[in-house]
């Protein structure tokens, strides 16, 4: 049951990340605009999201008709029902996703540079490292992507506070 109220969750993020992403220039497949690859990240992943809720959910109807309801049953004085570690893999998919609907979001008010370099930072803080080299890493990273594809490859990217 737990799976399928964090797949629902997933879809949810998701359609958040849509609907951010739906603002964005959505180009053609010859030429993407900022929000083309946003779009097709997010109908992946509901794709993926709905292809794993269909047999939670079955399974989830299976082991209910299977239990005997026990009326007033819980956990217990001092207990909760569910506990969550803040390094489980459903609390990273869920960091990982309010993350890139920020970044979506951020991308056209603080430009390319700024967004990713907060996005990098973020990502490396979920994996646990230290923040200076996190700050470092995900700086440079953004700072070269940049020059790559802002300058060598001619690619437009969103301009903002630093005015590259």
Do not use: H
């Not at 646990?128 to 802002?150: D, H, K, N, Q």
Request: with cysteine.
């Amino acid at each position: 049951m737990k799976e399928v109220g964090f797949l629902c969750g997933v879809l949810a993020v998701l359609g958040v990340y849509a609907a951010s992403a739906m603002q964005l220039d959505f180009g053609s497949a010859s030429q993407p605009g900022t929000g083309f690859f946003p779009v097709l990240l997010c109908a992946a992943g509901a794709i993926l999201a709905l292809v794993c809720l269909v047999p939670a959910a079955r399974d989830a109807v299976r082991e209910s008709r299977r239990r005997p309801r026990t009326e007033g049953a819980g956990p217990g004085p001092g207990r909760s029902r569910m506990t969550l570690k803040l390094d489980s893999p459903p609390v990273r998919v869920t960091a990982f996703c309010v993350l890139s609907a920020v970044y979506i979001l951020l991308l056209d008010r603080l430009g390319y540079v700024v967004s990713t370099a907060l996005l990098a930072i973020g990502l490396l803080r979920m994996m646990a490292v230290r923040w200076m080299l996190a700050v470092v890493v995900g700086v440079a990273s953004s700072v070269a992507l940049w020059a790559l594809l802002g300058r060598w490859l001619n690619v437009l990217l969103p301009r903002g506070v630093l005015g590259f």
